[in-house]
């Protein structure tokens, strides 16, 4: 029997440097080729080095299934160290397996008191504060023996790209990252080992404005954090005879003015190759020759320091273009065939100072011209002027773009494709989830969804990447989390990102309409854009089995919820100021962006899912008070709510699509409303011809309410409909991401508006978790989350003949297939990781049908452990393993 242990993960990371958790938690896999596998028991060893010679901690045996988010309790970390790990484990029959390989985690500076550095900027001599032009910092120094290890912490106000001896430190882009810089300022850690000469050594950064300075949202706001740039950096130099040296920022350091003449988000890059300067690897480098003057050191402090969270931004795709053409209006562009996020590199060889031009779109206009129009105030424009003696290559650092179509302009009027590559940049998440199925719209669909997610969580999840906004928009963020978490482990992004929600809450418990809150005294909080507070850490805890991100949002989730309970005159009710309402909703009233659905029962609905939300969070945290007071809450909310908006013959007083969507899916209404709702929502998707009208805020929930109140059929209808408004209809239109809005593009090609009509928008990306859990049926059971125990039930429909999912848990790989035979029968492969168990629940048979597991008697199958047969169903519980049913 094999029976092994790998995909050891710190913190969901493999190997991480860096990391500031006091408590790292550890997860693994078993793998086995038995069926029904599971742990008992376990061990875990912590030692300074990989061959494990002296051991500094043991676990001990301890008798415990946890296999994922394993906490290491009794164990002090310190800054600065690396750890190496492994693990042994027992399974159900008392069988150990043998000793993990390897893995290990590194600590960052766990204390801002341990940063001996200074911020240092360049002299407002050399670049004033309204100055464009990107800075450059620099210091040289030699070594004083031979190096056992080096390591870099660093961070800046602004955005920093570090070079030591002429090579790029790390693989990581726009560091430190966008958080509430107020409030928190991550700091990242390299291993610079490597990278150092046995003599002179030269370290340099280059700065960009970035969120901190640059423009951010509308009307030309800038410097929102601050006006200068500024770096603080510190790198720990071990040498083999156990010293230790500090290179540090401080009054040493030298500033001048980089090649990078403009660098924005919104606005692109601009880069004059003729002042590039050399020398950047020697210390011998003459710098009174090249315009270097001393820095100058800022007051700034450094409490808000801490050891970066979430996976940095990596470089993740290159794409070649597919065409270059002529426009009609005599424009040269590139298409890359994906709307992407992220900035081409290109090569040109031309005269000195002879600008080229790249400038960014999503689509072709009416007659296929470049358009740019939807992108407002956002330019999305590289230039570069090249020295002029040989083939230069360039690409950006401190900008992206979001396109598909680029325009060039200024080069050779022969270039070749293979000149320019589309570089994918995004957080660096682990993917994890697949779907396909026999419908080539709907895996369209699916590849829009995924690349939806790729253009708009790139450190925060951003509404859009392309104009002049890409910003943290809770709605948006609350509505695609679940479709996310299949999608890619999204973890740590989650958590980096609702530690910026807790710290951007209002004294009052208010939660902004965009996290980091960048827009002033407007961005007030808005039902079912400030849950996101609540939905996202519940989501995290259901996905991942992540108690500790509950432990640490209890306090913000609860000041939301007393936030809506102060609204107005009646605390069961929220039926004051401003709400968003069901966005982009088609039965709106004509020019108006806010569907017709009762802000006000969008609002309380949302109030009474949070608070339930709440008291499931105070019962898994044995907050016994709290869970009993939010009980009590909750059913009086849900009486204010159905006596304001229920009619006394159980008809829900909104009559929208929305409206009864989340009256259902919330579980607003008692038995007899809820025949009546779903009903009215039965007719009113009849009298659309089964398109939708939904928003933003009913859209995510619409499927799920019609699969779940045996309307299946008509979710298959609405998922497969091909004309406007669908979801299939921008893929007919060739899509390639998910749309704002359902006609963009119009069936002339004409456009839904030039101010708000982003081509990369995930919002209505939201399908997707119906996609999963649904059509291929992969589910977690809350009471055992993080998938601990599985729920495979697919629901097929009209339209598809099969369809599968895969997903890459803590614990290991599911999956699910479904086929449908031509005589009318039914297969379905399952597989389920090792330390884990499944019900499953087989589509359209009942008691009496015959089901077979690989030929043979399911109910006699190995790993099979129960059987239930039923005139509704057919349900089979079984242990880890591949299955292979038929009926």
């Known amino acids: 029997m094999m029976f092994e242990i790998s995909r050891l993960r710190c913190e ?156 790029r430190v790390g693989d990581s882009y726009f560091t430190p990252g966008w958080t509430s810089y107020n409030h928190t300022l991550q700091t990242q850690t390299f291993d610079v080992t490597e990278l150092l000469a046995p003599s002179g050594n030269a ?100 409490q808000m320091l801490t050891p970066q969270v979430n996976e940095p931004v990596r470089k993740q795709e290159r794409l070649k273009p597919i065409a270059l053409f002529m426009t009609p209006k005599g424009e040269r562009v590139l298409d890359f065939g994906q709307n992407m996020v992220g900035w081409v590199q290109f090569a040109v060889q031309g005269e000195e100072g002879t600008e080229v031009t790249l400038l960014h779109a999503e689509v072709l206009d009416q007659e296929g011209n470049f358009y740019t129009e939807n992108l407002r105030a956002a330019k999305q424009t590289i230039k570069y002027v090249p020295k002029g003696t040989e083939r230069e290559t360039f690409e950006p650092r401190f900008t992206f773009q979001g396109f598909r179509y680029v325009q060039i302009i200024g080069f050779p009027e022969k270039v070749e494709l293979d000149d320019f590559t589309g570089v994918v940049l995004h957080s660096d998440m682990e993917e994890t989830g697949t779907f396909q199925c026999s419908e080539p719209l709907v895996g369209q669909l699916q590849h829009n969804i995924k690349w939806g997610l790729k253009g708009n969580f790139l450190d925060v999840p951003t509404d859009c990447p392309q104009r002049d906004e890409r910003l943290g928009w809770t709605g948006d963020a609350q509505m695609f989390i679940q479709t996310a978490s299949y999608l890619s482990n999204v973890a740590p992004f989650f958590t980096k990102w609702l530690r910026d929600v807790e710290a951007d809450q209002s004294e009052d418990g208010g939660v902004p309409f965009v996290v980091p809150h960048v827009l002033g005294e407007n961005d007030k909080s808005s039902a079912a854009w400030g849950d996101a507070a609540v939905i996202c850490p519940w989501t995290i805890y259901v996905c991942y089995g992540d108690k500790r991100i509950l432990e640490e949002q209890y306090d913000s989730m609860k000041a939301w919820v007393s936030y809506i309970r102060r609204q107005g005159d009646n605390e069961f009710l929220w039926n004051t100021g401003f709400h968003f309402g069901d966005w982009l909703g088609l039965d709106a009233k004509s020019g108006d962006y806010v569907g017709a659905t009762d802000r006000d029962f969008i609002a309380t609905a949302f109030y009474a899912y949070s608070v339930s939300l709440v008291q499931k969070t105070a019962v898994v945290l044995n907050e016994t008070e709290d869970a009993a007071a939010y009980q009590v809450l909750y059913d009086q909310i849900i009486s204010a709510l159905r006596e304001e908006f229920v009619t006394a013959s159980g008809r829900l007083a909104v009559p929208t699509q929305t409206a009864q969507v989340l009256a259902l899916m919330f579980g607003l209404l008692d038995e007899a409303a809820e025949k009546r709702a779903i009903a009215k929502l039965a007719e009113l998707l ?123 848990t803590l614990y290991g790989k599911v999956s699910s297939k479904w086929v449908k035979s031509e005589d009318g029968g039914f297969t379905l492969d ?42 509704e169903g057919v349900t089979i519980d079984v242990g880890s393993g591949f299955y292979k049913f038929a009926w």
Not at 129 to 153: N, Q
Not at 842 to 863: D, F, N, Q, W
């Open 686 to 808: 009849e009298q659309s011809k089964y398109h939708l009208t939904t928003g933003f805020v009913g859209t995510p929930y619409l499927n799920h309410v019609l699969s779940a109140f045996g309307q299946n059929e008509a979710a298959y209808k609405l998922l497969l409909q091909q004309t406007y408004p669908s979801w299939l209809y921008p893929v007919t239109k060739g899509a390639t991401t998910i749309w704002e809005h359902w006609d963009g593009i119009k069936e002339d090609g004409s456009f839904w508006s030039s101010d708000m009509n982003s081509f990369n928008h995930y919002a209505y990306g939201a399908i997707g978790d119906w996609m999963y859990r649904t059509v291929a049926g992969i589910q977690t059971v809350e009471s055992a989350p993080g998938y601990k125990e599985i729920l495979i039930a697919p629901q097929p429909g009209e339209g598809l003949a099969w369809a599968e999912g895969s997903l890459q």
């Open 203 to 302: 370290i340099g950064a280059y700065l960009g404005n970035g969120w901190y300075k640059g423009n951010l949202a509308w009307g030309d706001q800038r410097c929102l954090y601050g006006d200068r740039l500024a770096l603080l950096l510190q790198m720990r130099i071990v040498y083999e005879d156990g010293r230790v040296e500090l290179i540090v920022t401080d009054d040493g350091w030298k500033a001048a003015i980089s090649p990078i003449q403009l660098s924005e988000i919104y606005h692109g890059e601009t880069y004059d190759a003729r002042l590039e300067r050399q020398g950047w690897s020697t210390a011998a480098y003459d710098e009174s020759a090249g315009g270097w003057q001393p820095v100058e050191v800022l007051p700034h402090g450094k």
């Open 12 to 167: 969901y990371q493999q190997n991480p440097i860096g990391i500031g958790v006091a408590r790292p938690r550890l997860s693994w896999s078993l793998h086995s080729d038995e069926r029904a596998v599971s742990q008992s028991a376990y061990e875990i060893e912590l030692a300074l080095d990989d061959r494990f010679g002296a051991v500094i901690w043991q676990s001990g045996r301890v008798e415990s299934e946890q296999s994922t988010l394993v906490e290491l309790n009794a164990f002090a970390v310190e800054s600065c160290k690396r750890y190496y790990y492994r693990v042994r484990a027992w399974n159900q029959s008392g069988e150990q397996s043998a000793w993990s390989e390897p893995a290990y985690w590194e600590m960052g500076l766990l204390n801002p008191q341990e940063w001996a550095g200074e911020w240092i900027s360049a002299p407002l001599e050399l670049l004033p504060i309204d100055a464009e032009p990107s800075p450059m910092l620099r210091k040289t120094f030699a070594l004083t023996g031979p190096v056992k290890e080096a390591r870099l912490y660093a961070t800046s106000l602004g955005i920093y790209e570090l070079e030591l001896n002429g090579q």
């Open 830 to 871: 399952v597989a389920i990781p090792a330390n884990t168990t499944a019900q499953i629940r087989l589509p359209g048979a009942i008691a009496g049908t015959k089901v077979t597991e690989s030929g043979s008697a399911a109910h006699k199958a190995l790993g099979v452990t129960a059987v239930t047969e039923t005139t």
